[in-house]
């Protein structure tokens, strides 16, 4: 019952979290796991309203002075509590009473003059504690971590830290990482550090070294790897321990920011001849104020950490380095060293009698220095570094490739090889290098292509970030090439690399790539071609889209690969990236609208046939010609009386009796006709419009053959358009038989409108009628 009801509490204090709309409330932001973000919003104290809900809260960068009691009672469920520099003068003795669940706390840099016991107390899950930069000059009046039993980061003291006693850290007995900022320590209980049995890192801030070597005897049988900071060992002296006061557990010391000098050097060498199992030594943005010159007498009385196989240096300051001696007086601790790394030192030369001396070497970086060939060459002279396998030189002065892998041709053991960031630019046609080179970095060295200057024997091969556009060169036994960054436009061929695993062609020009050409790569494990500008194409589309076991090859699918084009899918993932079937069967589209369009031909021309669309099309034709020639002003020159529209069946009834009759009357009718009076060569569709516009009147002689004749059905309608449009009554009908509408064909429109609307004369075949109708065909073409 009781754990119900603590459920149903819970969601009911999730939903008020959400709901809370206090002016505290909203100045914090919170997601629906806990996490509730008020860093840098001008806080001048904890906000209220906060539940069982919130599981992290970081309040950093405010000015909030003071955490009563009762700020953080209800947050019981709270795991993380950052309060950096957040301003806190006070913090009251239970402010964390309710924190149980408490694993990560951070009151670093804030203004605390006294650190209370009670605060911790309750914390019983605290894994993290940062309690630095804060204004105490010692760790309690009583000691703070008792019952921080889980505790395994701390992280105490600051620039007003002055006093170190054996209470500090009772109650701790094993630690991850302990950081003490003791800059200006002015005392130092001894045993202090020594409660904490286990310690794997160690970092210690001390300005003066006073009391570094009882520091140092107290951390002998605890720290694995310790770490020193901002320390002036200028004058340092160390004293000689009691004998059996050797460390056993120290394995790695770093001097980070620290000063010594030629004399303080010795007392540095005997410091770490106690440290008998050290493997690693590591020196950090350190100043060296002297010029090599080291008591070789002294030196060879001490064991030295022959044990040491790592020595880091990185970013060494010599302000005399021009007055340097030679480094002969430490040919003793160099002998059994196996991995040396010296960066950014401004190294321009490891002479060959040292080089000759590090016979146990297998990994030398001298990465961001000044070695040239020149000097190069003599660094690996004859017998120099005998079992070296590694070599980096990256970020040097190296210009010439041939030149570079002459000088390193005495290393007979070198495998890999890492001389990018030069400045080589070119690349010879052929070069030497030692015959066991496996792997060889070229990348970012700006050249444009690659020769035969390549070593057969590589195994990996990386030449990314150049200008090269295409992979040329023939490496039979390479199983890893690196290309990203080029200007590659298509996969490189697979009969050049036929052992390879691993292909990376990220970052290219590469628009596509073929199921083709990943099968001829028969060994092929992981293809990372991401970042390039993919034109998705169907076939591109289908191959990706279509293969499942495809996911398993592609390094950084489907994230990594974009679709550049078309313009209507770019920026979509290659996998959701869909095209019309018009884009993907375009000959199959194209040849089925060819065929719908010859269909469609075969159709109009049968239906033209059917109904005389053929026709109707010519005789459009001549109308839109018709409509082009200009009209006649109003006053236009008339030249006949009329003109005779016939068939030439009808001929001899036009020319023997209707010119006759009207031709011969007095006055005398002046008529127009097509075989005597169109001027020859002229187009006939002009000479009818024409005759049409000179004559005063149209005169249609109308009969079967009329109705079949084709130019007499252009008159007709040229007739209309041109005299009809104008509002002038100038068509006169002649009805030469009688027609029956029905007989007239459909496309003959224009005539069937005539003779529904006009009156028309019809020729009578009894005699005694035709002068009467003679009569009325001259009052007709008079009117």
Same mark, same amino acid.
């Given at each position: 019952m009781l754990h119900v009801l603590w459920t149903l509490w819970t969601l009911g204090a999730i939903i008020s979290l959400g709901k809370e709309e206090s002016p505290d409330q909203m100045s914090l932001s919170c997601d629906p796991m806990g996490v509730c973000n008020g860093s840098s919003r001008s806080l001048n104290a904890i906000p209220s309203g906060l539940t069982a809900a919130v599981k992290s809260l970081d309040l950093s960068n405010n000015e909030i002075a003071y955490i009563s009691n009762t700020d953080l009672q209800t947050c019981m469920s709270l795991r993380v509590l950052v309060l950096k520099s957040s301003g806190i003068h006070r913090i009251d003795t239970d402010a964390f009473s309710s924190l149980g669940h408490l694993a990560h706390l951070d009151l670093s840099y804030n203004y605390l003059?006294?650190?209370?016991?009670?605060?911790?107390?309750?914390?019983?899950?605290?894994?993290?504690?940062?309690?630095?930069?804060?204004?105490?000059?010692?760790?309690?009046?009583?000691?703070?971590?008792?019952?921080?039993?889980?505790?395994?980061?701390?992280?105490?003291?600051?620039?007003?830290?002055?006093?170190?006693?054996?209470?500090?850290?009772?109650?701790?007995?094993? &630690?991850?990482?302990?950081?003490?900022?003791?800059?200006?320590?002015?005392?130092?209980?001894?045993?202090?550090?020594?409660?904490?049995?286990?310690?794997?890192?160690?970092?210690?801030?001390?300005?003066?070294?006073?009391?570094?070597?009882?520091?140092?005897?107290?951390?002998?049988?605890?720290?694995?790897y310790f770490e020193l900071r901002q320390t002036d060992l200028y004058s340092f002296h160390f004293p000689e321990l009691p004998v059996g006061e050797t460390n056993l557990s120290i394995r790695k010391i770093t001097f980070r920011n620290v000063g010594f000098s030629d004399g303080s050097f010795n007392d540095i060498v005997r410091l770490l001849d106690y440290a008998s199992d050290l493997l690693e030594l590591e020196f950090d943005e350190c100043t060296l104020n002297g010029v090599g010159d080291f008591d070789p007498s002294f030196i060879r009385k001490m064991k030295g950490p022959n044990k040491v196989e790592t020595v880091v240096i990185r970013r060494l300051h010599i302000p005399q380095f021009y007055l340097f001696q030679d480094l002969s007086t430490i040919y003793t601790f160099a002998g059994d060293v196996k991995r040396?790394?010296?960066?950014?030192?401004?190294?321009?030369?490891?002479?060959?009698?040292?080089?000759?001396?590090?016979?146990?070497?297998?990994?030398?970086?001298?990465?961001?220095?000044?070695?040239?060939?020149?000097?190069?060459?003599?660094?690996?002279?004859?017998? =120099?570094?005998?079992?070296?396998?590694?070599?980096?030189?990256?970020?040097?002065?190296?210009?010439? &490739?041939?030149?570079?892998? =002459?000088?390193?041709? =005495?290393?007979?053991? &070198?495998?890999?090889?890492?001389?990018?960031?030069?400045?080589?630019?070119?690349?010879?046609?052929?070069?030497?290098?030692?015959?066991?080179?496996?792997?060889?970095?070229?990348?970012?060295?700006?050249? @444009?292509?690659?020769?035969?200057?390549?070593?057969?024997?590589?195994?990996?091969?990386?030449?990314?970030?150049?200008?090269? !556009? !295409?992979?040329?060169?023939?490496?039979? @036994?390479?199983?890893?090439?690196?290309?990203?960054?080029?200007?590659?436009?298509?996969?490189?061929?697979?009969?050049?690399?036929?052992?390879?695993?691993?292909?990376?062609?990220?970052r290219n020009t590469i628009t596509s790539f073929s199921k083709?050409?990943? +099968?001829?790569?028969?060994?092929?494990?992981?293809?990372? =071609?991401?970042?390039?500008?993919?034109?998705?194409?169907?076939?591109?589309?289908?191959?990706?889209?279509?293969?499942?076991?495809?996911?398993?090859?592609?390094?950084?699918?489907?994230?990594?690969?974009?679709?550049?084009?078309?313009?209507?899918?770019?920026?979509?993932?290659?996998?959701?990236?869909?095209?019309?079937?018009?884009?993907?069967?375009?000959?199959?589209? +194209?040849?089925?609208?060819?065929?719908?369009?010859?269909?469609?031909?075969?159709?109009?021309? !049968?239906?033209?046939?059917?109904?005389?669309?053929?026709?109707?099309?010519?005789?459009?034709? !001549?109308?839109?010609?018709?409509?082009?020639?200009?009209?006649?002003?109003?006053?236009?020159?008339?030249?006949?009386?009329?003109?005779?529209?016939?068939s030439e069946r009808d001929s001899q009834w036009v020319e023997n009796l209707m010119v006759q009759e009207l031709e011969n009357f007095n006055p005398p009718f002046k008529l127009c006709l097509h075989k005597r009076d169109f001027v020859p060569g002229k187009w006939i569709v002009d000479n009818i419009i024409d005759s049409i516009e000179k004559s005063h009147k149209t005169v249609f002689v109308l009969s079967e053959s009329f109705v079949k004749s084709e130019w007499c059905k252009y008159e007709l309608d040229f007739s209309h358009f041109r005299l009809f449009d104008e509002n002038n009554d100038a068509a006169i009908l002649v009805l030469l038989e009688p027609i029956e509408k029905k007989a007239i064909p459909q496309r003959f429109c224009k005539l069937r409108k005539i003779m529904n609307t006009k009156t028309y004369l019809e020729w009578p075949t009894d005699d005694a009628q035709q002068p009467g109708f003679w009569l009325n065909l001259r009052a007709a073409i008079k009117s």
């Open positions: 003059s006294n650190l209370s016991s009670s605060w911790f107390r309750p914390l019983s899950s605290l894994q993290f504690l940062n309690l630095l930069g804060n204004h105490y000059k010692e760790l309690g009046k009583t000691p703070l971590f008792l019952q921080s039993t889980h505790l395994r980061v701390l992280r105490v003291g600051s620039v007003y830290t002055s006093k170190i006693q054996k209470k500090d850290f009772v109650g701790l007995t094993f &630690l991850e990482e302990l950081e003490i900022d003791a800059s200006n320590l002015q005392s130092y209980e001894p045993k202090s550090l020594t409660s904490i049995s286990n310690i794997s890192h160690l970092i210690f801030h001390l300005r003066q070294p006073l009391f570094l070597p009882v520091i140092y005897m107290d951390l002998l049988k605890s720290v694995e040396i790394t010296i960066e950014s030192s401004r190294v321009f030369l490891v002479p060959c009698s040292f080089s000759q001396h590090l016979k146990s070497l297998e990994y030398l970086d001298l990465s961001e220095n000044l070695m040239v060939e020149e000097y190069l060459g003599n660094s690996a002279c004859e017998g =120099a570094w005998p079992l070296l396998q590694t070599l980096i030189l990256r970020q040097n002065h190296l210009t010439s &490739l041939e030149k570079t892998g =002459a000088a390193l041709l =005495a290393l007979k053991n &070198l495998t890999s090889l890492d001389i990018s960031k030069n400045g080589f630019q070119t690349m010879p046609k052929t070069c030497r290098w030692p015959e066991k080179m496996k792997y060889l970095n070229l990348s970012s060295i700006r050249i @444009q292509e690659l020769t035969d200057c390549i070593p057969k024997t590589l195994e990996i091969l990386d030449v990314s970030n150049n200008n090269i !556009a !295409a992979f040329t060169v023939k490496c039979p @036994q390479l199983k890893e090439l690196y290309i990203s960054q080029n200007k590659l436009v298509t996969l490189p061929d697979s009969i050049l690399l036929p052992t390879l695993l691993v292909l990376r062609v990220t083709k050409q990943l +099968v001829s790569f028969q060994n092929l494990r992981t293809l990372e =071609a991401g970042e390039n500008n993919f034109i998705c194409s169907c076939d591109f589309l289908s191959f990706t889209q279509g293969q499942p076991t495809l996911t398993q090859v592609l390094g950084g699918w489907p994230g990594n690969y974009l679709c550049d084009s078309p313009s209507h899918v770019r920026g979509q993932r290659v996998q959701d990236a869909h095209l019309s079937v018009v884009e993907c069967h375009r000959p199959a589209v +194209v040849a089925a609208v060819c065929c719908a369009l010859l269909l469609l031909s075969l159709l109009i021309g !049968a239906l033209c046939r059917r109904f005389h669309g053929l026709w109707y099309m010519k005789m459009t034709w !001549a109308w839109l010609q018709a409509k082009r020639k200009p009209r006649k002003a109003p006053n236009r020159e008339i030249c006949y009386d009329a003109f005779v529209s016939y």
